[in-house]
């Protein structure tokens, strides 16, 4: 999301915003071209029947004289520019008289914001204006006070014989104002005076036009400068320095976003491989495809919008970015429910979960019916008392919280899968990984807060902490584009799944012994233990609570009690219990001097290293180095 806030008419695209790469770049190229008329239906008296209006703006690169735009004067006292195609969603214009000198201002004088009008496609549109005043005739930029703007150093990939213009709330952000172009004092210094007609005052660097206006490194926008009271009433000098322009920094393809075309590419890449797996829980890799397609796309739209062009063409397509807020949670749960309990249901069964994103789909439908210039302003100026930046802001919110919620009901599901798997599994099953997801994702959430509470704080301390809180959304994606990684590495590189089996509360530790009797538990056991010695069973790394059960010829149920009854262990303590035994022989038998304690270790049972240590102390009380070291002493 956005932080700062910025006043100037940048393009700011740093918003969590998305839009499918090969739509923007259709649309982007295929052109809007929109026929419009414009209509002078007054201007001010003062303006003589010799004076030639003409129309300027981003179309015609600001050129305040352009014949192609020039207004024609009608019999009945207005002026009409007819038919002229614009290859654009969008423009931003002003009216003069042939000169930057000649523009049109407000009635008293006071620059007027460069006027802005979006197109429907191929639609004819007549625009009715009126001039409130010409900027020569009121003269109020000479009775203004002066400040001495200077530029002291550029970057070094400048172009050569380039000019550097101000723009800023002085003269209503018209990047290439000649009137404002900066002169050059000695080499590398150059230095323009502009009036102050308001404060604080606000500006930015250009040459020329929005296109190659100063910005931050890959190519981001910068906020405004702002000169304070106090630093207008120093009357000295102010100093500036240029880091990077916007078209000359990396653009699209930098090092930060490198990172995230190719996280994206590998998702789709682990797709096709995951779904060619057919030994995996299909099920639960039908629900991972979706998942990791929502992440990769979400990640290439990232990117895209460090396009300008794309963008500033394009800009309500960012929206889809943040339709990955209520999609993700949900289907990251379904996932989760179809890996661990082989759940076969489908995705319309979960269809409740889905509701915020329909509700958010058609409250971001409500906001692209706004004009595009219109759109981009309030992205803009991100007041919480703009109707739509305050919806967008209780989204944001409400997905954080919804995130969170599902990020805890998911956590839950895998903590009691691992308890449930101690009672039924003998081994460890290699999902350990989720644990890992999970993490990633909760260092995600933790810094989304922190955007979100330094977003609320910015609004109403009127403080800009835009740099952090940009930094901390590119730590984000970064962070967010790992889990693509680990859901299809881990998908791929992990064995069959096993069924997670319901324990009842009968089958927990703390089951009654009281109600077995001591007689058939003597057998059971005697029983038990017979199976496990002679038949050796435990050697199996994968044996499982309702295989052994099958072996005896009694239900999961029943085998579960006299373990828990007989032994106060559960199953996988107890079959550890007899790897145990059997490693501790086999280590101090001659035959099996030459292996390693972990080759031991595998053959016997365990399947790493990590749960060997761990049953090893459990049963001995000791590291398998100190158990033998003492048994030596002895």
């Known amino acids: 999301m956005n932080s700062s806030k910025m006043h100037g008419p940048i393009f700011y695209v740093g918003k969590y915003k998305m839009f499918f790469l090969i739509a923007a770049v259709f649309l982007s190229t295929f052109g809007l071209y929109a026929q419009t008329s414009f209509v002078l239906d007054y201007v001010p008296q003062s ?90 005739k009121l003269k109020l930029r000479d009775q203004k006070k002066k400040v001495a703007i200077i530029l002291t150093e550029v970057p070094k990939n400048t172009p050569p014989n380039s000019s550097f213009y101000v723009c800023g709330n002085f003269n209503g952000w018209v990047p290439g104002d000649e009137r404002y172009k900066m ?36 190519g981001r926008p910068r906020p405004n400068r702002i000169l304070s009271d106090k630093d207008l009433a120093s009357k000295k000098p102010i100093k500036n320095a240029i880091d990077y322009w916007e078209d000359q920094s990396y653009g699209i393809f930098n090092p930060y976003t490198l990172i995230l075309i ?57 929206l889809l970015t943040d339709l990955v807020f209520f999609l993700y949670g949900p289907v990251f749960l379904i996932y989760i429910e179809r890996l661990l309990q082989r759940s076969n249901r489908s995705f319309l069964t979960y269809w409740y979960h889905f509701v915020p994103f329909v509700l958010q789909v058609v409250v971001y439908f409500s906001i692209s019916l706004n ?36 990020w805890f009901n998911i956590k839950k599901k895998i903590k009691q899968y691992f308890q449930n798997i101690e009672l039924n599994y003998s081994t460890d099953q290699n999902i350990k990984y989720l644990n890992v997801i999970m993490m990633v994702l909760g260092v995600c959430l933790f810094f989304w807060t922190v955007i979100v509470l330094a977003d609320i704080y910015s609004a109403y301390s009127e403080i800009p902490i835009n740099y952090t809180t940009n930094l901390l959304i590119d730590i984000v994606w970064v962070v967010f584009s ?36 001591t007689t058939d538990l003597d057998e059971q056991k005697n029983a038990l233990h017979e199976i496990m010695a002679q038949e050796q069973i435990y050697l199996n790394p994968e044996l499982s609570l309702p295989e052994l059960a099958a072996k005896m010829n009694t239900s999961v149920h029943a085998l579960s009690k006299t373990i828990n009854a007989g032994y106060s262990k559960n199953f996988r303590d107890f079959v550890n219990y007899y790897r145990v035994e059997e490693f501790i022989e ?20 365990f399947n790493s290293k990590s749960s060997f240590n761990r049953s090893f102390k459990k049963v001995t009380n000791k590291s398998p180095r100190e158990y033998f070291n003492d048994h030596q002493k002895s």
Not at 66 to 84: M, V
Not at 377 to 405: D, G, H, K, T, W
């Open 47 to 136: 303006t003589k029947i010799t004076d030639t209006l003409y129309l300027t703006g981003s179309f015609n690169n600001w050129n305040p004289k352009d014949p192609y735009y020039r207004f024609t004067k009608k019999a009945d006292g207005t002026y009409e520019l007819k038919n002229k195609f614009f290859d654009a969603s969008w423009i931003s214009f002003k009216i003069t008289r042939g000169s930057w000198s000649k523009v049109e201002v407000e009635n008293d004088g006071a620059p007027l914001t460069v006027r802005k009008i979006s197109f429907n496609r191929t639609t004819e549109k007549t625009l009715v204006l009126q001039v409130a005043g010409w900027s020569d």
């Open 183 to 218: 002169k050059q004092l000695i080499s590398g210094i150059y230095q323009a005076e502009i009036p102050v007609f308001s404060e604080p005052l606000e500006y930015k660097f250009t040459r020329g036009n929005w296109l190659t206006v100063e910005g931050k490194s890959y």
């Open 262 to 318: 190719l996280t994206a590419l590998q998702g789709f890449f682990l797709i096709f491989i995951i779904n060619s797996n057919s030994n995996n829980n299909k099920s639960a890799n039908q629900a991972l495809s979706v998942l990791i397609f929502i992440i990769s796309i979400t990640l290439i739209a990232r990117v895209v919008i460090y396009d300008r062009v794309i963008y500033t063409e394009n800009p309500k397509l960012s």
């Open 371 to 406: 004009p595009t210039h219109t759109f981009i302003e309030r992205n803009l100026f991100q007041s919480l008392e703009s109707p739509p930046y305050a919806i967008y802001e209780v989204v944001v919110l409400l997905a954080l919280v919804f995130n969170i919620f599902y």
């Open 482 to 517: 790992v889990v693509v990684y680990l859901l299809g590495y881990f998908a791929i590189k992990q064995p069959e799944i096993f069924r997670m089996a319901v324990i009842d509360e009968e089958l927990k530790l703390e089951v009654d012994k009281a109600k077995i009797n």
């Open 586 to 605: 086999r280590a101090q038998d001659e035959k099996y001097k030459n292996q390693t304690y972990l080759a031991i270790a595998l053959a016997v049972g």
